[in-house]
Protein backbone atom coordinates (compact mmCIF):
# COMPACT_ATOMS: atom_id res chain seq x y z
CA UNK A 1 0.00 0.00 0.00
CA UNK A 2 3.47 2.18 -0.09
CA UNK A 3 1.98 3.88 -3.33
CA UNK A 4 -1.62 4.90 -1.60
CA UNK A 5 -1.45 8.21 0.46
CA UNK A 6 -4.10 9.73 2.70
CA UNK A 7 -3.61 13.73 1.59
CA UNK A 8 -4.02 16.99 3.80
CA UNK A 9 -2.81 20.96 3.79
CA UNK A 10 -1.87 23.30 6.30
CA UNK A 11 -0.71 26.52 5.18
CA UNK A 12 -0.38 28.14 8.66
CA UNK A 13 0.18 26.87 12.18
CA UNK A 14 -3.48 27.16 13.05
CA UNK A 15 -4.38 24.52 10.05
CA UNK A 16 -1.45 22.72 11.27
CA UNK A 17 -3.19 21.60 14.63
CA UNK A 18 -5.94 20.68 12.80
CA UNK A 19 -3.69 17.91 10.31
CA UNK A 20 -2.44 16.75 13.32
CA UNK A 21 -5.40 15.47 15.05
CA UNK A 22 -6.47 14.25 11.78
CA UNK A 23 -3.14 12.90 11.28
CA UNK A 24 -3.03 10.99 14.71
CA UNK A 25 -7.25 10.11 13.91
CA UNK A 26 -6.03 8.45 10.75
CA UNK A 27 -3.13 6.27 12.56
CA UNK A 28 -5.99 5.59 15.87
CA UNK A 29 -8.21 4.17 12.63
CA UNK A 30 -5.26 1.73 11.87
CA UNK A 31 -5.12 2.69 8.24
CA UNK A 32 -2.65 0.86 6.27
CA UNK A 33 -2.33 3.50 3.78
CA UNK A 34 0.74 6.39 4.09
CA UNK A 35 -0.43 9.90 5.65
CA UNK A 36 1.04 13.02 3.45
CA UNK A 37 0.49 16.70 4.80
CA UNK A 38 1.85 19.62 2.46
CA UNK A 39 2.88 22.81 4.09
CA UNK A 40 4.07 25.75 2.72
CA UNK A 41 6.71 28.18 4.38
CA UNK A 42 4.28 29.91 6.99
CA UNK A 43 3.97 26.92 8.99
CA UNK A 44 7.20 27.10 11.74
CA UNK A 45 9.92 24.81 12.89
CA UNK A 46 8.59 23.16 15.45
CA UNK A 47 5.15 22.46 13.85
CA UNK A 48 6.86 21.01 10.91
CA UNK A 49 8.67 18.68 13.56
CA UNK A 50 5.73 17.70 14.87
CA UNK A 51 4.10 16.87 11.92
CA UNK A 52 7.17 14.94 11.37
CA UNK A 53 6.28 12.29 14.19
CA UNK A 54 2.68 11.84 12.88
CA UNK A 55 2.82 12.20 8.94
CA UNK A 56 4.89 9.96 6.68
CA UNK A 57 5.87 12.95 4.64
CA UNK A 58 5.93 16.52 5.18
CA UNK A 59 6.16 17.97 1.32
CA UNK A 60 6.90 21.95 1.39
CA UNK A 61 5.18 23.80 -1.49
CA UNK A 62 5.64 27.24 -2.54
CA UNK A 63 3.40 28.47 -4.92
CA UNK A 64 5.19 31.58 -4.95
CA UNK A 65 8.67 30.56 -5.42
CA UNK A 66 7.84 27.36 -7.58
CA UNK A 67 8.27 29.41 -11.03
CA UNK A 68 6.31 27.03 -12.78
CA UNK A 69 2.44 27.89 -14.38
CA UNK A 70 1.21 27.43 -10.32
CA UNK A 71 3.35 30.40 -9.87
CA UNK A 72 2.04 32.47 -13.25
CA UNK A 73 -1.43 31.65 -12.46
CA UNK A 74 -1.14 33.27 -9.04
CA UNK A 75 -0.02 36.31 -10.61
CA UNK A 76 -3.03 36.51 -12.95
CA UNK A 77 -5.51 35.01 -9.60
CA UNK A 78 -4.12 36.12 -6.56
CA UNK A 79 -6.79 35.52 -4.77
CA UNK A 80 -6.27 31.79 -5.43
CA UNK A 81 -3.62 31.37 -3.10
CA UNK A 82 -4.76 28.57 -1.62
CA UNK A 83 -6.75 27.24 -3.70
CA UNK A 84 -3.44 26.90 -6.02
CA UNK A 85 -1.39 25.27 -3.13
CA UNK A 86 -4.33 22.43 -2.45
CA UNK A 87 -3.78 22.05 -6.23
CA UNK A 88 -0.42 20.50 -5.97
CA UNK A 89 -1.87 17.36 -4.26
CA UNK A 90 -2.02 16.49 -7.86
CA UNK A 91 1.67 16.67 -8.16
CA UNK A 92 2.39 13.79 -5.75
CA UNK A 93 2.88 11.33 -8.53
CA UNK A 94 5.28 8.78 -6.75
CA UNK A 95 1.47 7.72 -5.37
CA UNK A 96 -1.23 6.13 -7.86
CA UNK A 97 -4.17 7.25 -5.42
CA UNK A 98 -4.52 9.53 -2.86
CA UNK A 99 -7.96 10.81 -0.51
CA UNK A 100 -7.67 14.18 0.21
CA UNK A 101 -8.70 15.38 3.44
CA UNK A 102 -9.17 19.04 4.84
CA UNK A 103 -7.10 19.76 7.61
CA UNK A 104 -11.15 20.15 9.71
CA UNK A 105 -11.80 16.70 9.37
CA UNK A 106 -11.48 13.92 11.66
CA UNK A 107 -12.37 10.28 11.01
CA UNK A 108 -14.32 8.37 13.85
CA UNK A 109 -13.20 4.53 12.14
CA UNK A 110 -11.10 3.20 9.10
CA UNK A 111 -12.25 4.63 5.94
CA UNK A 112 -9.37 2.50 3.90
CA UNK A 113 -12.10 1.37 1.65
CA UNK A 114 -11.99 4.71 0.10
CA UNK A 115 -9.19 3.33 -2.02
CA UNK A 116 -11.47 1.01 -3.82
CA UNK A 117 -13.01 3.95 -5.41
CA UNK A 118 -12.47 6.22 -8.55
CA UNK A 119 -11.49 9.91 -8.95
CA UNK A 120 -13.27 12.10 -8.45
CA UNK A 121 -14.73 10.43 -5.77
CA UNK A 122 -16.38 12.84 -3.20
CA UNK A 123 -19.67 13.68 -0.98
CA UNK A 124 -22.59 15.83 -1.76
CA UNK A 125 -21.59 19.39 -0.67
CA UNK A 126 -24.84 20.06 2.47
CA UNK A 127 -25.60 23.82 0.70
CA UNK A 128 -25.76 22.93 -3.05
CA UNK A 129 -26.04 18.91 -3.17
CA UNK A 130 -25.60 19.51 -6.88
CA UNK A 131 -22.48 20.18 -6.02
CA UNK A 132 -19.49 18.02 -4.35
CA UNK A 133 -17.93 19.17 -0.94
CA UNK A 134 -14.09 19.32 -1.60
CA UNK A 135 -12.96 18.47 2.25
CA UNK A 136 -12.82 14.85 1.47
CA UNK A 137 -12.12 13.54 -2.24
CA UNK A 138 -10.44 10.72 -4.25
CA UNK A 139 -7.79 11.34 -6.76
CA UNK A 140 -5.08 10.15 -8.51
CA UNK A 141 -2.04 12.14 -8.70
CA UNK A 142 -1.14 13.08 -12.33
CA UNK A 143 0.74 16.10 -13.82
CA UNK A 144 -1.69 16.50 -16.67
CA UNK A 145 -4.71 16.55 -14.85
CA UNK A 146 -2.36 19.15 -12.49
CA UNK A 147 -1.88 21.09 -15.50
CA UNK A 148 -5.02 21.04 -16.58
CA UNK A 149 -6.49 22.45 -13.38
CA UNK A 150 -4.51 25.31 -13.99
CA UNK A 151 -5.12 26.73 -16.68
CA UNK A 152 -9.00 26.35 -15.89
CA UNK A 153 -7.45 28.48 -13.11
CA UNK A 154 -5.98 30.97 -14.86
CA UNK A 155 -8.35 31.35 -17.79
CA UNK A 156 -11.68 31.34 -15.45
CA UNK A 157 -10.66 31.82 -12.00
CA UNK A 158 -13.11 29.82 -9.65
CA UNK A 159 -16.78 30.42 -9.09
CA UNK A 160 -17.16 30.68 -5.28
CA UNK A 161 -12.92 31.91 -5.37
CA UNK A 162 -11.99 28.95 -3.62
CA UNK A 163 -10.73 25.35 -4.54
CA UNK A 164 -14.68 23.90 -4.20
CA UNK A 165 -15.72 25.65 -7.04
CA UNK A 166 -12.77 24.96 -9.28
CA UNK A 167 -12.86 21.42 -8.90
CA UNK A 168 -16.36 20.99 -9.61
CA UNK A 169 -16.26 22.74 -13.00
CA UNK A 170 -13.18 20.55 -13.39
CA UNK A 171 -15.08 17.61 -12.30
CA UNK A 172 -18.47 18.72 -14.01
CA UNK A 173 -19.93 15.42 -14.85
CA UNK A 174 -19.55 14.01 -10.95
CA UNK A 175 -23.42 14.96 -10.53
CA UNK A 176 -24.65 12.96 -13.02
CA UNK A 177 -22.61 10.26 -14.09
CA UNK A 178 -21.51 7.36 -12.01
CA UNK A 179 -23.24 7.12 -8.77
CA UNK A 180 -19.72 4.74 -7.57
CA UNK A 181 -18.44 8.69 -7.37
CA UNK A 182 -20.87 9.83 -5.41
CA UNK A 183 -19.22 8.63 -1.51
CA UNK A 184 -22.20 8.46 0.87
CA UNK A 185 -22.87 11.25 3.51
CA UNK A 186 -20.61 9.71 5.95
CA UNK A 187 -17.71 10.11 4.93
CA UNK A 188 -18.23 13.78 5.11
CA UNK A 189 -20.56 15.06 7.67
CA UNK A 190 -20.21 18.46 8.30
CA UNK A 191 -21.21 19.63 11.08
CA UNK A 192 -23.70 22.07 9.67
CA UNK A 193 -25.64 19.59 8.64
CA UNK A 194 -26.34 18.24 12.17
CA UNK A 195 -27.99 21.11 13.16
CA UNK A 196 -29.97 21.94 9.79
CA UNK A 197 -31.47 18.39 9.61
CA UNK A 198 -31.53 16.61 13.22
CA UNK A 199 -33.80 14.14 12.70
CA UNK A 200 -31.45 12.83 9.74
CA UNK A 201 -28.41 13.01 12.08
CA UNK A 202 -30.06 11.36 15.09
CA UNK A 203 -31.14 8.20 12.85
CA UNK A 204 -28.11 7.74 10.54
CA UNK A 205 -25.35 9.70 12.73
CA UNK A 206 -23.88 6.74 14.34
CA UNK A 207 -22.73 5.37 11.29
CA UNK A 208 -20.41 8.47 10.49
CA UNK A 209 -17.44 7.86 9.56
CA UNK A 210 -15.72 11.29 8.76
CA UNK A 211 -16.33 14.48 10.76
CA UNK A 212 -15.88 17.96 9.01
CA UNK A 213 -15.72 20.97 10.36
CA UNK A 214 -16.99 23.38 7.79
CA UNK A 215 -17.26 27.01 7.88
CA UNK A 216 -15.71 30.02 10.20
CA UNK A 217 -15.30 28.20 13.75
CA UNK A 218 -12.76 25.54 13.32
CA UNK A 219 -12.44 23.40 16.75
CA UNK A 220 -9.24 25.13 17.47
CA UNK A 221 -11.11 28.27 18.17
CA UNK A 222 -13.16 27.29 21.13
CA UNK A 223 -12.31 27.02 24.70
CA UNK A 224 -11.99 23.85 26.03
CA UNK A 225 -12.34 22.48 30.21
CA UNK A 226 -10.10 19.69 30.43
CA UNK A 227 -11.19 19.02 33.81
CA UNK A 228 -14.88 18.37 32.37
CA UNK A 229 -13.64 17.03 29.10
CA UNK A 230 -15.95 19.24 27.24
CA UNK A 231 -15.68 22.32 24.83
CA UNK A 232 -16.73 25.90 26.57
CA UNK A 233 -20.22 26.87 25.19
CA UNK A 234 -19.33 30.36 25.80
CA UNK A 235 -21.62 32.18 23.29
CA UNK A 236 -24.52 29.96 24.32
CA UNK A 237 -24.16 28.56 20.33
CA UNK A 238 -27.50 27.17 19.21
CA UNK A 239 -25.71 25.06 16.86
CA UNK A 240 -23.69 23.11 19.47
CA UNK A 241 -26.88 20.39 19.95
CA UNK A 242 -24.32 18.14 19.70
CA UNK A 243 -21.03 18.76 20.86
CA UNK A 244 -19.71 15.68 21.41
CA UNK A 245 -17.48 15.89 17.69
CA UNK A 246 -15.91 18.82 19.34
CA UNK A 247 -14.99 17.57 22.33
CA UNK A 248 -13.63 14.55 20.87
CA UNK A 249 -11.60 16.67 18.21
CA UNK A 250 -9.96 18.32 21.57
CA UNK A 251 -9.35 14.85 23.44
CA UNK A 252 -7.32 13.68 20.49
CA UNK A 253 -5.50 17.43 20.70
CA UNK A 254 -4.63 17.02 24.61
CA UNK A 255 -4.19 13.51 24.48
CA UNK A 256 -2.15 12.95 21.30
CA UNK A 257 -0.78 16.50 20.07
CA UNK A 258 -0.02 18.35 23.08
CA UNK A 259 2.56 16.29 24.65
CA UNK A 260 4.37 16.31 20.88
CA UNK A 261 3.78 20.03 21.03
CA UNK A 262 5.31 20.30 24.39
CA UNK A 263 8.17 18.38 23.50
CA UNK A 264 9.17 20.14 20.74
CA UNK A 265 8.81 23.51 21.84
CA UNK A 266 6.31 24.32 19.88
CA UNK A 267 4.01 26.08 22.62
CA UNK A 268 5.72 28.15 25.27
CA UNK A 269 5.98 26.19 28.34
CA UNK A 270 3.71 28.42 30.50
CA UNK A 271 3.76 25.56 33.07
CA UNK A 272 7.05 24.40 33.87
CA UNK A 273 6.81 21.67 36.71
CA UNK A 274 2.98 20.92 36.91
CA UNK A 275 1.24 18.31 36.41
CA UNK A 276 0.52 17.08 32.32
CA UNK A 277 -3.25 17.71 33.17
CA UNK A 278 -2.44 21.26 34.72
CA UNK A 279 -0.33 22.41 31.18
CA UNK A 280 -3.59 21.23 29.16
CA UNK A 281 -5.49 23.38 31.16
CA UNK A 282 -3.14 26.34 31.52
CA UNK A 283 -2.71 25.68 27.58
CA UNK A 284 -6.13 25.33 26.61
CA UNK A 285 -6.67 28.76 28.53
CA UNK A 286 -3.62 30.63 27.28
CA UNK A 287 -2.69 29.91 24.06
CA UNK A 288 -4.84 27.93 22.44
CA UNK A 289 -8.56 29.08 22.42
CA UNK A 290 -9.19 31.65 24.82
CA UNK A 291 -11.40 34.08 23.08
CA UNK A 292 -9.52 36.67 24.10
CA UNK A 293 -5.49 35.74 23.13
CA UNK A 294 -6.63 32.90 20.62
CA UNK A 295 -3.50 32.48 18.53
CA UNK A 296 -5.75 32.23 15.49
CA UNK A 297 -9.12 34.53 15.92
CA UNK A 298 -11.18 33.56 13.20
CA UNK A 299 -10.79 36.70 10.51
CA UNK A 300 -13.15 39.68 11.01
CA UNK A 301 -15.52 40.06 7.86
CA UNK A 302 -16.78 42.81 6.45
CA UNK A 303 -21.04 42.52 5.95
CA UNK A 304 -20.69 42.71 2.16
CA UNK A 305 -18.33 39.24 2.57
CA UNK A 306 -20.60 37.85 4.90
CA UNK A 307 -23.53 38.22 2.30
CA UNK A 308 -21.44 36.79 -0.34
CA UNK A 309 -20.53 33.56 2.10
CA UNK A 310 -23.72 33.67 2.91
CA UNK A 311 -24.97 33.40 -0.88
CA UNK A 312 -22.18 30.54 -1.64
CA UNK A 313 -24.33 28.51 1.31
CA UNK A 314 -21.37 29.36 3.51
CA UNK A 315 -23.36 31.11 5.74
CA UNK A 316 -21.78 31.48 9.59
CA UNK A 317 -24.14 29.33 11.91
CA UNK A 318 -22.03 29.19 14.57
CA UNK A 319 -21.09 32.51 14.63
CA UNK A 320 -22.67 36.06 12.99
CA UNK A 321 -25.69 34.00 11.42
CA UNK A 322 -26.51 32.35 14.35
CA UNK A 323 -30.20 31.87 15.24
CA UNK A 324 -29.94 34.13 17.82
CA UNK A 325 -28.67 36.90 16.15
CA UNK A 326 -31.10 36.29 13.31
CA UNK A 327 -33.85 36.45 15.97
CA UNK A 328 -32.21 39.93 17.00
CA UNK A 329 -32.09 41.11 13.37
CA UNK A 330 -35.64 40.20 12.94
CA UNK A 331 -36.97 41.86 16.28
CA UNK A 332 -35.55 45.03 15.52
CA UNK A 333 -37.87 45.13 12.24
CA UNK A 334 -40.85 43.52 13.92
CA UNK A 335 -40.05 46.95 16.76
N1 LIG B 1 -6.37 25.76 4.44
C1 LIG B 1 -5.13 26.13 4.95
N2 LIG B 1 -4.95 27.44 5.33
C2 LIG B 1 -5.93 28.37 5.27
C3 LIG B 1 -7.19 28.00 4.77
C4 LIG B 1 -7.38 26.68 4.37
O1 LIG B 1 -4.23 25.30 5.04
O2 LIG B 1 -5.69 29.53 5.66
C5 LIG B 1 -6.56 24.37 3.96
C6 LIG B 1 -6.93 23.41 5.09
O3 LIG B 1 -6.52 22.10 4.75
C7 LIG B 1 -8.43 23.53 5.08
C8 LIG B 1 -8.72 23.56 3.58
O4 LIG B 1 -7.64 24.34 3.05
O5 LIG B 1 -9.06 22.46 5.76
C9 LIG B 1 -10.07 24.17 3.20
O6 LIG B 1 -10.35 25.32 3.98
P1 LIG B 1 -11.46 25.28 5.14
O7 LIG B 1 -11.50 23.93 5.74
O8 LIG B 1 -11.18 26.43 6.06
O9 LIG B 1 -12.79 25.58 4.32
P2 LIG B 1 -14.27 25.04 4.68
O10 LIG B 1 -14.20 23.54 4.71
O11 LIG B 1 -14.64 25.62 6.02
O12 LIG B 1 -15.10 25.56 3.55
MN1 LIG C 1 -12.88 22.26 5.58
Redesign the pocket.
Given at each position: MADESFV?????DS?VK?ALVLGSSLRDSRTTRRLTVLITPHVSNPMRQVLEKVFDEVKLVDVLDSGDSAHLALLKRPELG?TLT?LHCWGLTHYSKCVFM???TMVLSNIDELFEREELSAAPDPGWPDCFNS?VFVFRPSIETFNQLLQLATEKGSFDGGDQGLLNTFFSSWSTTDISKHLPFIYNLSSISIYSYLPAFKAFGTNAKVV?F??RMKPWNYSYDSKTKTVKDDAHDPTMVHPEFLDMWWNIFITNILPLLQQHGAIKDTATGVKAEEVAEAVSHLSLSSPAQASSPPPAMSSEERKERWEQG?ADYMGADSFDNIQKKLDTYLQ
Open positions: TLATNYGVKDADGHLGQ
